[in-house]
T-cell receptor, first 112, second 111 residues
Framework: DAGVTQSPTHLIKTRGQQVTLRCSPKSGHDTVSWYQQALGQGPQFIFQYYEEEERQRGNFPDRFSGHQFPNYSSELNVNALLLGDSALYLC???????????FGPGTRLLVL | EDQVTQSPEALRLQEGESSSLNCSYTVSGLRGLFWYRQDPGKGPEFLFTLYSAGEEKEKERLKATLTKKESFLHITAPKPEDSATYLCAATLIQGAQKLVFGQGTRLTINP
């Protein structure tokens, strides 16, 4: 049973560029959440997708946007990258009605 | 504001030296309290979910407990492979399944 997968594993971008990160949820899961984790900090909630719609959003600017596809996979897009966007981006999946979220390995983004 | 605070920030123990990690929470209606383990550069690995005060769960050398204001992760006779960052998180009754995380406790077990 495949767990949560994310791609790419690492990414280097320059300020002002745009980036797309991808996530495939654990088998049987229909809900995807995205988190940003700065070095030495706990993950911060960005947003959650269910039935291809954004259900809840954390305190992140509109530069952060997402999408969920009919097969439940998801993308996170970040526009106009800033140095402060450098972080580990984590995807977590769960099923609607469940409580526990399972995390993928993350994508390490470095903005230069 | 919903908040989760972990202490200590870092803890260094000798192999076999038992201890506890603390997680205090101030949230508007707790739905679940979670413990995750995170190794450097990797995603958090699920350990436990606790739902109500008085609940306890165990897995190998780890035991998690929950009161109305805090949770403890007890580590009994730890081994070097237990070295990791341990994250505590809460999810709320209201709203979606958003996790509110603490900053983590970085645990090092010396052989």
């Amino acid at each position: 049973d495949a767990g949560v997968t994310q791609s790419p594993t690492h990414l280097i971008k320059t300020r002002g560029q745009q980036v797309t990160l991808r996530c495939s949820p654990k088998s049987g899961h229909d809900t995807v959440s995205w988190y940003q984790q700065a070095l030495g900090q706990g993950p911060q909630f960005i947003f959650q997708y269910y039935e291809e719609e954004e259900r809840q959003r954390g305190n992140f600017p509109d530069r952060f946007s997402g999408h969920q596809f009919p097969n439940y996979s998801s993308e996170l897009n970040v526009n106009a990258l800033l140095l402060g966007d450098s972080a580990l981006y984590l995807c977590a999946s769960s099923y609607q009605g469940g409580v526990t979220q399972y995390f993928g390995p993350g994508t390490r983004l470095l903005v230069l | 504001e919903d908040q989760v605070t972990q202490s200590p920030e870092a803890l260094r123990l000798q192999e076999g030296e038992s201890s506890s990690l603390n997680c205090s929470y101030t949230v508007s209606g707790l739905r679940g309290l979670f413990w995750y383990r995170q190794d450097p550069g990797k995603g958090p690995e699920f350990l436990f979910t606790l739902y109500s005060a008085g609940e306890e769960k165990e897995k190998e050398r780890l035991k998690a407990t929950l009161t109305k204001k805090e949770s403890f992760l007890h580590i009994t006779a730890p081994k070097p492979e237990d070295s990791a960052t341990y994250l505590c998180a809460a999810t709320l009754i209201q709203g979606a399944q958003k996790l509110v995380f603490g900053q983590g406790t970085r645990l090092t077990i010396n052989p």
